[in-house]
């Protein structure tokens, strides 16, 4: 097969406008006879709410505050939809957009916002999704708080651990993460001549984007255009909606340009985080280094909303047993809901989190056997023609043995290189 990018130097098309600075964000475009606005959000974790505009909506320069009661269909999310365009009766994080408030300069919008009552009626929240999943904790949706469960069962666990030398049972865990993009969330939106509503925006999915809008407002797809700027990083985050709804409610009622942009802190609010875990891991390995059995529970954060929990516990389940050949696996992973800001897509989807345990179980299990960190992978790497936990058999694209093959070459030469005297470099720091 001729490749034509991978191995390749390939320039990026927008790196010499982005590094030269002439790149066009949705933050650096302007339209006559625009319209800011400004976001209303929730300052508890777990509440029920009741919103009075009126004081709101005479302070001078506010063009309108809208809420809940002006969404066709106030749900939106993509895969469940169990987010609000608007929160109107409850919020379940901190930053649950509650009103968008319109005026003819910022500082009307923030006076707007300041004028803007919102009585809470807080309610007992649950931050730990191990609490989260027992019968009487809390609820954030519904009647459970556990969105999704993936089973892998494989060869029989309980007998293979019967056999094994040495045992190792430990628990891990991970923390949130933010994405921390260079560029915050920012875009505008307008009516053009034909009457479609566009939207100016930096999104990682604009057909998403589209479909969301044009079903939360009950126009047709065709009405509703994404146009997709420059991206100042974005790394999962802006795969769920932020303001585009929001902007396209506005424009669409006001028949005027809108334009909001999101400060550091607001963005840190609005978007997605990486899912934090808790996985407790149980390995074990015959006396000659080979791993006969793991089981494994995770337990995914996935915070007030849904985002891609399923996907991403899913994946964390399929590589929860690493890049190694194990016979007999047991693995339980799931989702779950807390008061937590939400969690998403963020690079590695699921399987950044999982070798953090896997490997360190593998040097556990090394120790116990004596022998080294190196040597247990090799004994137990998947080769070509090696069958995975969920039966997929690697036919293609498995070097992973000649690596280890050749940080062995390298580090034989190395200890070759200090028994000359040629290198003063201690062995422990390679």
């Given at each position: 097969m001729k490749l034509n990018t991978v191995g390749k130097s390939i320039i990026r098309v927008d790196s010499y406008s982005k590094v030269t600075g002439k790149a066009l964000y949705p933050q650096d475009i302007y339209l006559e006879n625009m319209l800011y606005a400004k976001t209303l959000r929730s300052e508890l974790a777990h509440a029920y709410i009741d919103i009075d505009t009126s004081e709101a909506e005479k302070i001078e320069g506010v063009v309108k505050i809208f809420t809940h009661k002006d969404v066709h269909y106030n749900q939106h999310g993509v895969v469940l939809k169990d987010h609000n365009v608007f929160c109107g009766e409850k919020v379940r994080r901190i930053g649950d957009p509650i009103a968008f408030v319109v005026g003819e300069s910022e500082e009307a919008c923030i006076n707007g916002m300041k004028a803007i009552k919102v009585n809470y009626n807080e309610i007992e929240g649950v931050f730990d999704p191990i609490e989260a999943m027992k019968e009487d904790s809390p609820k954030v949706h519904g009647d459970s708080n556990i969105i999704f469960h993936y089973k892998l069962r494989k060869g029989d666990v309980e007998q293979a651990f019967k056999k094994c030398a040495v045992i190792a049972e430990n628990t891990y865990s991970t923390h949130m993460q933010e994405h921390v993009f260079l560029q915050p969330e920012a875009g505008l939106s307008y009516v053009?001549?034909?009457?479609?509503?566009?939207?100016?925006?930096?999104?990682?999915?604009?057909?998403?984007?589209?479909?969301?809008?044009?079903?939360?407002?009950?126009?047709?797809?065709?009405?509703?255009?994404?146009?997709?700027?420059?991206?100042?990083?974005?790394?999962?985050?802006?795969?769920?909606?932020?303001?585009?709804?929001?902007?396209?409610?506005?424009?669409?009622?006001?028949?005027?340009?809108?334009?909001?942009?999101?400060?550091?802190?607001?963005?840190?609010?609005?978007?997605?985080?990486?899912?934090?875990?808790?996985?407790?891991?149980?390995?074990?390995?015959?006396?000659?280094?080979?791993?006969?059995?793991?089981?494994?529970?995770?337990?995914?954060?996935?915070?007030?909303?849904?985002?891609?929990?399923?996907?991403?516990?899913?994946?964390?389940?399929?590589?929860?047993?690493?890049?190694?050949?194990?016979?007999?696996?047991?693995?339980d992973s799931y989702a779950v809901y807390t008061n937590n800001p939400f969690t998403g897509a963020m690079r590695g989807f699921g399987a950044t989190q999982v070798p953090n345990a896997a490997e360190q179980q593998m040097d556990i299990l090394a120790e116990k056997l004596g022998i080294s960190p190196l040597e247990i992978r090799q004994k137990n790497i998947f080769r070509q023609g090696s069958t995975t936990a969920t039966g997929q058999v690697l036919l293609e694209g498995v070097p992973l043995d000649r690596c280890l093959d050749e940080i062995t070459n390298q580090y034989d030469a190395f200890l070759e290189l200090k028994e000359f005297g040629n290198i003063e470099v201690e062995e422990e720091s390679i």
């Amino acid at each position: 097969m001729k490749l034509n990018t991978v191995g390749k130097s390939i320039i990026r098309v927008d790196s010499y406008s982005k590094v030269t600075g002439k790149a066009l964000y949705p933050q650096d475009i302007y339209l006559e006879n625009m319209l800011y606005a400004k976001t209303l959000r929730s300052e508890l974790a777990h509440a029920y709410i009741d919103i009075d505009t009126s004081e709101a909506e005479k302070i001078e320069g506010v063009v309108k505050i809208f809420t809940h009661k002006d969404v066709h269909y106030n749900q939106h999310g993509v895969v469940l939809k169990d987010h609000n365009v608007f929160c109107g009766e409850k919020v379940r994080r901190i930053g649950d957009p509650i009103a968008f408030v319109v005026g003819e300069s910022e500082e009307a919008c923030i006076n707007g916002m300041k004028a803007i009552k919102v009585n809470y009626n807080e309610i007992e929240g649950v931050f730990d999704p191990i609490e989260a999943m027992k019968e009487d904790s809390p609820k954030v949706h519904g009647d459970s708080n556990i969105i999704f469960h993936y089973k892998l069962r494989k060869g029989d666990v309980e007998q293979a651990f019967k056999k094994c030398a040495v045992i190792a049972e430990n628990t891990y865990s991970t923390h949130m993460q933010e994405h921390v993009f260079l560029q915050p969330e920012a875009g505008l939106s307008y009516v053009d001549e034909d009457g479609t509503i566009v939207v100016v925006v930096a999104t990682q999915y604009p057909h998403y984007d589209r479909e969301e809008i044009a079903k939360t407002l009950n126009i047709e797809e065709d009405k509703v255009r994404i146009i997709n700027t420059n991206i100042g990083g974005a790394f999962g985050a802006r795969e769920d909606i932020t303001m585009q709804i929001h902007l396209a409610l506005a424009s669409k009622t006001l028949n005027r340009p809108v334009k909001v942009i999101f400060d550091r802190e607001e963005s840190f609010l609005a978007h997605s985080k990486r899912h934090p875990m808790v996985m407790k891991y149980k390995t074990g390995a015959d006396k000659d280094g080979y791993i006969l059995a793991m089981e494994a529970e995770i337990i995914g954060d996935s915070g007030s909303y849904c985002s891609w929990a399923i996907n991403v516990l899913r994946k964390a389940g399929v590589h929860s047993t690493g890049p190694y050949i194990i016979p007999n696996v047991k693995v339980d992973s799931y989702a779950v809901y807390t008061n937590n800001p939400f969690t998403g897509a963020m690079r590695g989807f699921g399987a950044t989190q999982v070798p953090n345990a896997a490997e360190q179980q593998m040097d556990i299990l090394a120790e116990k056997l004596g022998i080294s960190p190196l040597e247990i992978r090799q004994k137990n790497i998947f080769r070509q023609g090696s069958t995975t936990a969920t039966g997929q058999v690697l036919l293609e694209g498995v070097p992973l043995d000649r690596c280890l093959d050749e940080i062995t070459n390298q580090y034989d030469a190395f200890l070759e290189l200090k028994e000359f005297g040629n290198i003063e470099v201690e062995e422990e720091s390679i």
